[in-house]
């Protein structure tokens, strides 16, 4: 149970620091869309995604859509180290 929570702690500490560093990034005094590429890396599924849909979106739209699919990438990447952490500890029970 404790490991569930570990795991639960984990992937919302990542999506959260993803979701702080958008928001500064969108806020902060980048010139242009110079604030994407620290992002490009760490979201690239996200950058595919949005990559499709550049011309749909305003600039605004494209940094929220960064951040919602980016808090929620690392948010399952949390979630499948958690896992990957529980079943190394059941692993080492047996």
Known sequence: MALQKQRH???LSLGLVHLLLVVAAYFGQVEGSWGFYYFILPDFPVFLLLGLST???????TWLVLGVLG?????SIGMF??????????????
């Open 9 to 11: 702690r984990i992937a």
């Open 55 to 61: 011309k749909l979106l305003t600039n605004g739209g």
């Open 71 to 75: 808090t929620l990438w690392w948010i």
């Open 81 to 94: 180290a958690g896992c990957l952490i529980r079943k190394r500890a059941e692993r080492s029970y047996l």
